[in-house]
Nanobody, 123 residues
Framework: QVQLVESGGGLVQAGGSLRLSCAASGGTFSRYGMGWFRQAPGKEREFVAAISWIGGSTVYADSVKGRFTISRDNAKNTVYLQMNSLKPEDTAVYYC????????????????WGQGTQVTVSS
């Protein structure tokens, strides 16, 4: 299975931007649909965005559509999440996720998780 390491989280003011990165190793990256989930304190982990293994298809949660963009660079084994117009309700730990040969919005379908990176948006 692929191993995932996120980076790029931090503290930002509302309206600001952050870009998360997720570096993959130990597997054939191009065979995995990749995604981002997030979990706020006291809440369940929720889907944010996903991208197919070739990169031709993307899916977004309604709450981030138009503000977040997921992309991938298979040559660098890396997936990105560009987050613009951030809101305090985007505050959460963001997890990178890999699913073999599928694009999924469901945590149960995920084969590998990263350790998470904290994103905090102040009002």
């Amino acid at each position: 299975q692929v191993q995932l390491v996120e980076s790029g989280g931090g503290l930002v003011q509302a309206g600001g931007s952050l870009r998360l990165s997720c570096a993959a190793s130990g597997g054939t990256f191009s065979r995995y649909g990749m995604g981002w989930f997030r979990q706020a304190p006291g809440k369940e982990r929720e889907f944010v965005a996903a991208i197919s293994w070739i990169g031709g298809s993307t899916v977004y949660a309604d709450s981030v559509k138009g503000r977040f963009t997921i992309s991938r660079d298979n040559a660098k084994n890396t997936v990105y999440l560009q987050m613009n117009s951030l809101k305090p309700e985007d505050t959460a730990v963001y997890y990178c996720a890999a699913a073999h040969r599928i694009i999924t919005t469901q945590a149960i379908d995920v084969d590998s998780w990263g350790q998470g990176t904290q994103v905090t948006v102040s009002s």
